[in-house]
T-cell receptor, first 111, second 114 residues
Framework: DAKTTQPPSMDCAEGRAANLPCNHS???????VYWYRQIHSQGPQYIIH???NNETNEMASLIITEDRKSSTLILPHATLRDTAVYYC????????????FGQGTTLQVKP | SAVISQKPSRDICQRGTSLTIQCQVD?????MFWYRQQPGQSLTLIAT?????????ESGFVIDKFPISRPNLTFSTLTVSNMSPEDSSIYLC???????????FGPGTRLLVL
Protein backbone atom coordinates (compact mmCIF):
# COMPACT_ATOMS: atom_id res chain seq x y z
CA ASP A 1 0.00 0.00 0.00
CA ALA A 2 1.15 3.52 -0.72
CA LYS A 3 2.33 5.41 2.32
CA THR A 4 1.35 8.95 3.15
CA THR A 5 3.21 11.78 4.84
CA GLN A 6 1.37 14.43 6.82
CA PRO A 7 2.56 17.20 9.13
CA PRO A 8 2.03 16.12 12.74
CA SER A 9 0.14 19.24 13.73
CA MET A 10 -1.39 22.45 12.41
CA ASP A 11 -3.24 25.41 13.81
CA CYS A 12 -6.04 27.33 12.17
CA ALA A 13 -8.04 30.37 13.21
CA GLU A 14 -11.76 29.88 13.57
CA GLY A 15 -13.60 30.97 10.45
CA ARG A 16 -10.56 30.68 8.23
CA ALA A 17 -9.87 27.95 5.72
CA ALA A 18 -7.86 25.01 6.95
CA ASN A 19 -5.58 23.49 4.32
CA LEU A 20 -4.19 20.09 5.28
CA PRO A 21 -1.47 18.70 2.99
CA CYS A 22 -0.66 15.07 2.29
CA ASN A 23 2.15 13.52 0.27
CA HIS A 24 1.61 10.14 -1.36
CA SER A 25 4.37 9.94 -3.94
CA UNK A 26 4.13 6.14 -4.36
CA UNK A 27 0.41 6.04 -5.08
CA UNK A 28 -0.68 3.55 -7.73
CA UNK A 29 -2.97 4.33 -10.61
CA UNK A 30 -5.97 2.52 -9.12
CA UNK A 31 -5.61 3.84 -5.59
CA UNK A 32 -7.94 6.43 -4.14
CA VAL A 33 -7.06 9.16 -1.68
CA TYR A 34 -9.31 9.06 1.40
CA TRP A 35 -9.59 11.54 4.23
CA TYR A 36 -10.98 10.69 7.64
CA ARG A 37 -10.97 12.56 10.90
CA GLN A 38 -11.17 11.40 14.49
CA ILE A 39 -12.52 13.64 17.17
CA HIS A 40 -11.28 12.78 20.65
CA SER A 41 -11.24 8.99 20.42
CA GLN A 42 -14.58 8.67 18.64
CA GLY A 43 -14.75 6.37 15.64
CA PRO A 44 -13.10 7.88 12.56
CA GLN A 45 -15.47 9.92 10.44
CA TYR A 46 -15.30 9.74 6.66
CA ILE A 47 -14.80 13.14 5.04
CA ILE A 48 -14.12 12.76 1.33
CA HIS A 49 -12.23 10.71 -1.23
CA UNK A 50 -11.03 11.05 -4.81
CA UNK A 51 -9.11 9.33 -7.57
CA UNK A 52 -7.89 11.98 -10.00
CA ASN A 53 -10.28 14.88 -10.06
CA ASN A 54 -10.88 17.44 -7.37
CA GLU A 55 -13.87 16.67 -5.21
CA THR A 56 -16.18 18.74 -3.04
CA ASN A 57 -18.93 17.82 -0.63
CA GLU A 58 -20.74 19.47 2.23
CA MET A 59 -17.81 18.98 4.56
CA ALA A 60 -14.70 19.72 2.55
CA SER A 61 -12.87 19.95 -0.75
CA LEU A 62 -10.12 17.65 -1.92
CA ILE A 63 -7.51 18.94 -4.31
CA ILE A 64 -5.31 16.28 -5.96
CA THR A 65 -2.28 17.34 -7.96
CA GLU A 66 -2.10 16.33 -11.58
CA ASP A 67 0.66 13.79 -10.92
CA ARG A 68 -1.40 12.48 -7.98
CA LYS A 69 1.62 12.55 -5.70
CA SER A 70 0.07 14.92 -3.23
CA SER A 71 -3.28 16.29 -2.16
CA THR A 72 -4.79 18.94 0.06
CA LEU A 73 -7.91 18.74 2.17
CA ILE A 74 -9.63 22.08 2.53
CA LEU A 75 -12.10 22.91 5.28
CA PRO A 76 -13.46 26.21 3.94
CA HIS A 77 -14.58 27.78 7.22
CA ALA A 78 -13.06 25.97 10.17
CA THR A 79 -14.97 25.88 13.44
CA LEU A 80 -13.89 24.78 16.90
CA ARG A 81 -15.72 21.49 16.28
CA ASP A 82 -13.29 20.73 13.45
CA THR A 83 -10.49 20.25 15.98
CA ALA A 84 -9.49 16.63 15.38
CA VAL A 85 -6.85 14.29 14.01
CA TYR A 86 -7.08 14.16 10.21
CA TYR A 87 -5.90 11.06 8.40
CA CYS A 88 -4.93 10.90 4.73
CA UNK A 89 -5.02 7.32 3.42
CA UNK A 90 -4.48 5.82 0.01
CA UNK A 91 -6.31 2.62 -0.73
CA UNK A 92 -7.59 0.71 -3.70
CA UNK A 93 -9.47 -2.39 -4.66
CA UNK A 94 -6.20 -4.27 -4.93
CA UNK A 95 -5.94 -4.38 -1.15
CA UNK A 96 -9.56 -5.41 -0.63
CA UNK A 97 -10.58 -2.17 1.01
CA UNK A 98 -8.18 -2.25 3.94
CA UNK A 99 -7.19 1.13 5.31
CA UNK A 100 -3.68 1.68 6.62
CA PHE A 101 -3.70 4.58 9.05
CA GLY A 102 -0.65 6.76 9.62
CA GLN A 103 -0.25 9.18 12.48
CA GLY A 104 -2.33 11.90 10.83
CA THR A 105 -2.36 15.66 11.39
CA THR A 106 -3.71 17.09 14.61
CA LEU A 107 -5.63 20.21 13.61
CA GLN A 108 -6.24 22.70 16.38
CA VAL A 109 -8.83 25.36 15.53
CA LYS A 110 -8.38 28.38 17.74
CA PRO A 111 -10.86 31.15 18.52
CA SER B 1 -24.06 5.59 5.12
CA ALA B 2 -24.69 2.53 7.30
CA VAL B 3 -25.54 2.95 10.97
CA ILE B 4 -23.09 0.92 13.04
CA SER B 5 -23.41 0.09 16.71
CA GLN B 6 -21.00 -1.62 19.05
CA LYS B 7 -21.58 -3.32 22.37
CA PRO B 8 -20.33 -2.75 24.96
CA SER B 9 -19.32 0.87 24.52
CA ARG B 10 -16.76 0.47 27.30
CA ASP B 11 -15.67 -2.09 29.86
CA ILE B 12 -13.18 -2.66 32.61
CA CYS B 13 -11.91 -6.23 32.81
CA GLN B 14 -9.55 -8.26 34.90
CA ARG B 15 -6.44 -9.78 33.37
CA GLY B 16 -6.83 -13.35 32.23
CA THR B 17 -10.48 -12.95 31.30
CA SER B 18 -12.02 -12.59 27.84
CA LEU B 19 -14.40 -10.03 26.38
CA THR B 20 -16.59 -10.34 23.31
CA ILE B 21 -17.39 -7.16 21.40
CA GLN B 22 -20.38 -7.04 19.08
CA CYS B 23 -20.75 -4.99 15.92
CA GLN B 24 -24.20 -4.59 14.39
CA VAL B 25 -25.00 -2.82 11.11
CA ASP B 26 -28.45 -1.66 10.04
CA UNK B 27 -28.00 -2.92 6.48
CA UNK B 28 -26.20 -5.71 4.68
CA UNK B 29 -22.59 -4.88 3.97
CA UNK B 30 -19.93 -6.42 1.81
CA UNK B 31 -16.96 -6.16 4.12
CA MET B 32 -16.40 -5.84 7.84
CA PHE B 33 -13.12 -5.06 9.56
CA TRP B 34 -11.81 -4.87 13.11
CA TYR B 35 -9.25 -2.29 14.21
CA ARG B 36 -7.40 -1.57 17.42
CA GLN B 37 -6.31 1.83 18.65
CA GLN B 38 -3.89 1.73 21.54
CA PRO B 39 -3.63 4.79 23.80
CA GLY B 40 -2.14 7.74 21.96
CA GLN B 41 -1.69 5.74 18.78
CA SER B 42 -3.29 5.51 15.37
CA LEU B 43 -5.58 2.71 14.23
CA THR B 44 -4.18 -0.72 13.38
CA LEU B 45 -6.11 -3.27 11.36
CA ILE B 46 -6.59 -6.54 13.22
CA ALA B 47 -8.48 -8.59 10.66
CA THR B 48 -11.08 -8.78 7.95
CA UNK B 49 -14.22 -10.56 9.13
CA UNK B 50 -15.37 -12.93 6.40
CA UNK B 51 -18.99 -14.03 6.28
CA UNK B 52 -19.27 -17.76 6.72
CA UNK B 53 -15.54 -18.43 6.88
CA UNK B 54 -12.48 -17.76 9.01
CA UNK B 55 -11.31 -14.20 9.38
CA UNK B 56 -8.19 -12.96 7.61
CA UNK B 57 -5.68 -11.70 10.16
CA GLU B 58 -3.01 -9.07 9.70
CA SER B 59 0.58 -9.63 10.67
CA GLY B 60 0.97 -9.68 14.44
CA PHE B 61 -2.59 -10.79 15.17
CA VAL B 62 -3.66 -14.41 15.66
CA ILE B 63 -6.97 -16.20 15.87
CA ASP B 64 -6.31 -17.66 19.31
CA LYS B 65 -5.98 -14.18 20.79
CA PHE B 66 -8.63 -12.41 18.68
CA PRO B 67 -11.25 -14.92 17.51
CA ILE B 68 -13.75 -13.31 15.14
CA SER B 69 -17.13 -14.45 13.97
CA ARG B 70 -19.34 -13.13 11.18
CA PRO B 71 -22.44 -15.28 10.93
CA ASN B 72 -24.27 -13.00 8.50
CA LEU B 73 -23.96 -9.81 6.47
CA THR B 74 -24.91 -7.43 9.29
CA PHE B 75 -23.19 -8.77 12.43
CA SER B 76 -19.72 -9.62 13.68
CA THR B 77 -18.01 -10.26 16.99
CA LEU B 78 -14.44 -9.84 18.14
CA THR B 79 -13.24 -11.60 21.27
CA VAL B 80 -10.18 -10.40 23.13
CA SER B 81 -8.94 -13.52 24.89
CA ASN B 82 -6.83 -13.99 28.00
CA MET B 83 -6.52 -10.26 28.40
CA SER B 84 -3.53 -8.39 29.77
CA PRO B 85 -3.13 -4.67 30.48
CA GLU B 86 -1.46 -4.31 27.06
CA ASP B 87 -4.84 -5.09 25.50
CA SER B 88 -6.26 -1.85 26.88
CA SER B 89 -7.34 -0.09 23.71
CA ILE B 90 -10.26 1.14 21.69
CA TYR B 91 -11.59 -1.59 19.42
CA LEU B 92 -13.47 -0.44 16.32
CA CYS B 93 -15.39 -2.22 13.65
CA UNK B 94 -15.83 -0.80 10.18
CA UNK B 95 -17.88 -1.73 7.15
CA UNK B 96 -18.00 -1.25 3.41
CA UNK B 97 -21.45 -1.27 1.90
CA UNK B 98 -22.43 -3.22 -1.18
CA UNK B 99 -21.24 -1.41 -4.28
CA UNK B 100 -19.58 1.34 -2.25
CA UNK B 101 -15.99 2.53 -2.06
CA UNK B 102 -16.15 4.07 1.38
CA UNK B 103 -15.47 2.48 4.74
CA UNK B 104 -17.50 3.62 7.75
CA PHE B 105 -16.57 3.13 11.37
CA GLY B 106 -18.49 2.25 14.47
CA PRO B 107 -18.23 4.30 17.67
CA GLY B 108 -15.67 1.96 19.22
CA THR B 109 -15.41 -0.09 22.41
CA ARG B 110 -13.12 1.29 25.09
CA LEU B 111 -11.45 -1.51 26.98
CA LEU B 112 -9.40 -1.15 30.13
CA VAL B 113 -7.67 -4.25 31.50
CA LEU B 114 -6.51 -4.16 35.10
Amino acid sequence: DAKTTQPPSMDCAEGRAANLPCNHSTISGNEYVYWYRQIHSQGPQYIIHGLKNNETNEMASLIITEDRKSSTLILPHATLRDTAVYYCIVSGSSNTGKLIFGQGTTLQVKP
Amino acid sequence: SAVISQKPSRDICQRGTSLTIQCQVDSQVTMMFWYRQQPGQSLTLIATANQGSEATYESGFVIDKFPISRPNLTFSTLTVSNMSPEDSSIYLCSVVGTGQETQYFGPGTRLLVL
